[in-house]
């Protein structure tokens, strides 16, 4: 009923009306049976798993250094095309909250863009996947310095033609925020980003959440308990215990970070405050129906603002969903081939 009720506010008319005149070659999203409804659209890919693999590519592995004197790596899987296009720029995608390079959404986009022949570039966030064995400490939404770092880290013969990051959900709030602050990339996009984090995080608290909670919760506990030596006694007995994510971030992910807690980590990386200092091409892809992030950050914001930035905002589609009929292909893959094109 909430999301009902926002859905026909002036300000969501104003907002889907903006991204509708910003946008009008993007093909509109209508959901595939038997994928119906968020939440549907949103356990697709842990049902089913990936419909598109890169069979018979395993890509060159890759590690990384940061400079943060941590002596961490970042663990990274580099894909090349059978078929490259000419002036393909590399394409970095990084992946959400509890996820890694064999996440289904990497995997898909993974397959349908060299299909089309673009380098792709498979990035595992700090203490993530690959990375996991490699590093002490763990990423966040905002730690911008270590996609910096990866970037910076790459063959140039990789990024001969300039870089587009793609991030989802979590890694799409980071990837929004690079944009703002650093140069050299020739396009972002953001997928299911949660650009209000304290919103994001209150909204698991709802009851009808609370299933996906215990998922991502436990995704999240067993991913830094996994670091070994990197954490302490105290904070290896503290984890089991905690209950929400947003206690989790309070008590692990904040103190760890230099943040004085929760609501400190929250308001100094939310990629909502950097939207309008973003200088380059940008799709923004978010359904107003996910059911993990509440979308009246995306409708309660002026996209006219920034005419760099191409929001895209259908009704429905979930969390990373976006199972449209038109194709097997997921409909935010189709319209980032779309914004690749353009560039």
Request: a positive charge; glycine letters at 8%; proline letters at 7%.
């Amino acid at each position: 009923g909430e999301l009902r009720r926002r859905h026909t506010t002036p300000a969501t008319k104003r907002a889907l009306e903006s991204a509708r005149m910003a946008t009008p070659d993007f093909p509109t999203f209508t959901p595939r049976a038997p994928w119906l409804g968020a939440d549907l659209q949103t356990l697709r890919n842990i049902l089913r798993g990936p419909v598109l693999t890169p069979e018979g590519r395993r890509g060159e592995r890759l590690v990384l250094p940061l400079s943060d004197g941590s002596g961490d790596r970042l663990a990274a899987r580099l894909y090349e095309p059978e078929k490259p296009r000419d002036d393909a720029p590399l394409v970095v995608l990084v992946h959400g909250l509890g996820g890694t390079e064999d996440s289904t959404y990497v995997q898909v986009t993974t397959s349908h863009l060299l299909s089309l022949g673009y380098p792709i570039l498979q990035l595992n966030l700090r203490g993530a996947g690959a990375s996991r064995p490699l590093c002490r400490e763990q990423y966040h939404a905002g730690r911008t310095s270590d996609f910096r770092d990866a970037l910076a880290a790459l063959p140039a013969a990789a990024t001969r033609n300039g870089i587009v990051a793609v991030g989802y959900s979590l890694g799409g709030n980071m990837i929004l925020k690079y944009a703002a602050e650093y140069t050299g990339l020739r396009g972002a996009v953001s997928i299911s980003a949660p650009i209000d984090l304290s919103a994001a995080s209150h909204r698991f608290l709802d009851r009808r959440n609370r299933l996906y909670l215990k998922y991502l919760l436990g995704r999240m506990k067993q991913e830094t308990l996994a670091a070994g030596d990197g954490l302490s006694d105290e904070e290896r007995a503290l984890i089991p215990k905690l209950r929400s994510i947003m206690e989790f971030d309070d008590r692990i992910v904040a103190p760890r970070n230099g943040y004085s807690g929760a609501a400190d980590y929250y308001a100094q990386n939310n990629a909502l405050q950097f939207l309008d200092a973003i200088d380059l091409p940008t799709l923004v892809i978010h359904a107003l129906d996910d059911p993990w992030i509440p979308a009246s950050a995306y409708t309660d914001h002026s996209w006219e603002r920034n005419p760099r930035l191409q929001p895209l905002l259908p009704r429905s589609g979930g969390h990373v969903g976006f199972h449209a009929r038109e194709s097997r292909v997921p409909w935010h893959d189709r319209c980032l081939e779309i914004f690749l094109e353009r560039l």
